[in-house]
């Protein structure tokens, strides 16, 4: 699951990238609300990035026990 969260926050993150360089454009059309969305969502996946290695590694730990 790990993969998957590092891809999300990294598309993200490319997105608002993409965004920012048309920042004027995006702004005077009144859209700037996808530069929040993309800053809301690399900031959103880093803790879950963060659960998702916590969960893997709490599995992982469970299998080498038994």
Known sequence: MV????VGILVWAAL???LLGFH???SAHG???WL????AGVLWGLPGLYVMH???RAVARRGAGS
Do not use: K
């Open 54 to 56: 916590r969960h893997d």
């Open 16 to 18: 608002g990238l993409v």
């Open 36 to 39: 929040w969305t993309c800053l």
């Open 24 to 26: 004027g454009w995006v």
């Open 31 to 33: 859209h700037t609300r």
């Open 3 to 6: 993969p998957f969260a590092v």
